[in-house]
């Protein structure tokens, strides 16, 4: 079975697929991105993401919502990285992307072009703030910003959200615009 992320919800696919009893493999590419998730006779019982495992790489991988997935009904034998009940894992998928959807709302549109306001002095926000408002330096546009960070979708869209709502970043376009060629000397030295 083949089909595309945009056209169903990882999450989704993973509890059909355990609530009808299937083992396999469940292989997801979305950009850069890879991932699998395993299945035995209903129960996810793996899960790998790039370095992530386990728990943490489920939770990153519901958050993906373009590329496709490929499920393979062979069973290999992989070492179990998830130990908890289908239903506990099923609450935690749901509030992972019930939360990155309540973030997306308080945050600028994904192609939304950022900029650091000029008056930010860098130095008095956290070192996540400041790599992510380094990123956002040279008007990054939002999607962008998501994919460079050094951090997982919903930790960076919470240190995002922040910096919006302080008024540190602005939107200072879309991405179908094009960039001004000027970047303020000031921030660059700040940053």
Known sequence: ??????????????????????SGKLALVSDENKGIIYLRQGN?????????RGEEALYSMALWTTGSFTYDP??????RNIHIGSESLFIGLSSQVDRYNYLLGRCPSLDARLSVEETVEVGQYSAEQQKLLKLMSKQ?????????????????????????????ISVSGKASEPVPEEVSPSLETNL
């Open 140 to 168: 990054a546009v939002l999607q962008d910003v998501l994919g460079k960070s050094p951090y997982d979708k919903l930790k960076s869209l919470e240190v995002i959200a922040k910096l919006y709502t302080d008024k540190a």
């Open 44 to 52: 996810v019982i793996s899960a790998e993401a790039g370095e992530l």
């Open 74 to 79: 062979v069973m290999t034998l992989v070492d």
């Open 1 to 22: 079975m083949k089909g595309n992320l945009a056209e169903i919800e990882i999450a989704d696919m993973v509890k059909a697929l355990s609530l009808i009893g299937k």
